[in-house]
């Protein structure tokens, strides 16, 4: 059978460590219509990623969503979005990386969505995100969550909130130079 067939040339490309040629198989097969699993399709994703290939990992993705060729879960949701933010697609990575972050059962990946928000200087959004993935807890860095925070609320000049947000993230000592540069800051700024 011509999906076995490819698929256990990939997986023998994958075993020699030749990731290059394990892509090239499985994106000719899935070129070729032979590849229409899920995890073929995840798979294919995750080497064009590892391959430095991120702006068609996101199209493959893309394209396997709208064929309905992939179950849509958080883990794939979250896959286009690193696709996507990899290739540097910013506006591209904020559908899926919102989905995920909805999904998810932690508050990280709304603290990602403000990240790149910020990346495209969209302050009141990346406010908003940062604030939803507060409230969703269980951050790995509720420090950087904080200290985000006042800086999207610092650049749409709410000093007030921005003061509140640098002082929580001073609580936390990896942030607390920064915090406090942008408190200094805002002194100047406010008189």
Sequence with gaps: DKKT?????????????????????????????????????RRLADLQLFNDAPYRCGLTIDEAVSKKLVKV?????????NCWIAARDFAKAIGPLGR???????????????EVQI?????????????R???KGGLRDTGNAHLLMGIAQFNQKNYAGAKESFGRA????????????YLQLIKVQTG
């Design 170 to 181: 001073r609580n936390f000592d990896k942030h607390r130079k920064m915090a406090d540069g």
């Design 133 to 135: 993935g507060v409230r």
């Design 73 to 81: 879960d958080f883990k794939l949701y979250e896959k286009q979005a």
């Design 5 to 41: 067939y490819w698929q256990q040339l990939s997986s023998v490309y994958g075993q020699l460590e030749d990731y290059r040629n394990s892509l090239g198989v499985l994106q000719v097969a899935y070129n070729g219509g032979i590849i229409t699993d899920d995890s073929d399709i």
């Design 119 to 131: 990346q495209r200087s969209e302050w009141g959004a990346a406010a908003e995100a940062l604030q």
């Design 100 to 114: 995920a972050a909805e999904m998810a059962g932690n508050g990280d990946l709304y603290v990602r969505l403000g």
